[in-house]
């Protein structure tokens, strides 16, 4: 995703002078060729990410369209305040970068774990916010970004779910991706994650389960027409994110359900209780110890679907799954 971020962003900005990217001390193997080709228009503000925004939003204030670029905590929670008082406040086209949603750098410790962002940002007034889960979607995203000139913050993951865009519904602003068929449940996922949605949704084939997927690139502004349809016409809806689920896609996708009057047999949120991670490992490793893995998502999922539903019949021998597992 962050190569496919710095690819889109050069291609715009050697056509568009007024687009800035700042970096706070960090990228600079991955921003080589920026550098070498439009060497004006790339800054390093140095292990300073509060003045690092603050000077960004100073650049949009002159006409300037700025992306901020650090890792998880560092461009989000450590410069809350510039975010919320510079650049929310003035509506100034900055937006700010995260490398390493989630456990992306879950070997570096909780410092780096970045598990409470999308919360705290959709919280801000006047911020877009932007999870994609491909890297397709960071290439349509960034160009969006740009046309619309607005603050936003762009979650960018370690991880991009592979498969081809092609079979799925093309990318609409603020619009959720259909991107597998299915009708008897809803996955909702966004980010990096969402490769664990899809082979979660292969395991519960051997069930006679059908999963339906829908992927949020954008959780604000959000369109919750395919949400609310798949709460119509699905059995139950499962919210996965590797964020906290306090405030989450999870509460997002709640609160729009709830205010729609759409009944459902079940919903369940699959992501981090509100802790912090006592271990440190990879990603893979992370997702697997807090239940955020294909195995454990369809594991909770099987069960609760099979208990709501009253004309079920367990297809397949409980000991056949765990065997999966």
Not at 137 to 150: A, F, H, K, L, M
Not at 170 to 197: C, K, N, Q, S, W
Request: charged share 20%; net charge negative; with cysteine.
């Amino acid at each position: 995703m962050r190569d496919q971020f710095i690819r889109t962003l050069l291609e715009l900005a050697k056509e568009d002078p007024n687009i800035i990217l700042v970096t706070g001390d960090l990228g600079f193997a991955v921003f080589d060729e920026f550098q070498r080709v439009i060497p004006n228009q790339f800054v390093n503000a140095g292990v300073a990410e509060q003045n690092m925004t603050g000077l960004a939003a100073g650049l949009a204030m002159a006409g300037k369209r700025v992306f901020t670029y650090s890792i998880g905590n560092f461009v989000s929670l450590r410069c809350l305040e510039q975010i919320r008082n510079d650049v929310c406040y003035h509506g100034v086209p900055v937006t700010a970068v995260c490398i390493g949603a989630g456990f992306s750098y879950g070997a570096l410790g909780v410092s780096h774990h970045a598990t409470e962002d999308l919360a705290i940002m959709r919280s801000l007034p006047n911020l877009d916010v932007y999870s994609p889960g491909t890297i397709s979607e960071v290439d349509w995203i960034v160009r969006d970004i740009v046309s619309r000139g607005r603050p936003a913050y762009l979650r960018l993951d370690k991880s991009a779910a592979d498969f081809s865009d092609i079979e799925v519904e093309p990318y609409r602003p603020a619009i959720p991706r259909l991107v597998r068929e299915g009708g008897d449940l809803t996955f909702i996922a966004t980010g990096g994650i969402l490769g664990e949605a899809l082979r979660a949704a292969e395991i519960l084939e051997d069930f006679a389960v059908s999963a339906r997927i829908l992927n949020v690139h954008t959780l604000k502004p959000l369109d919750f027409g395919p949400i609310l349809k798949a709460a119509e016409e699905t059995h139950g809806i499962v919210t996965i994110e590797e964020h906290s689920t306090t405030g989450g896609l999870g509460g997002l996708v709640a609160e729009g359900i709830l205010e729609s009057g759409i009944p459902l047999k079940f919903f369940r949120r699959i992501g981090l209780k509100s802790s912090f991670s006592s271990v440190v490992g990879s990603q893979q490793y992370l997702r697997a110890r807090y239940g955020l893995d294909a195995a454990a998502i369809a594991a909770v999922v099987k069960s609760a679907y099979f208990t709501t539903r009253s004309d079920s019949q367990m297809l397949v021998p409980p000991s056949t799954f765990l065997e999966r597992r």
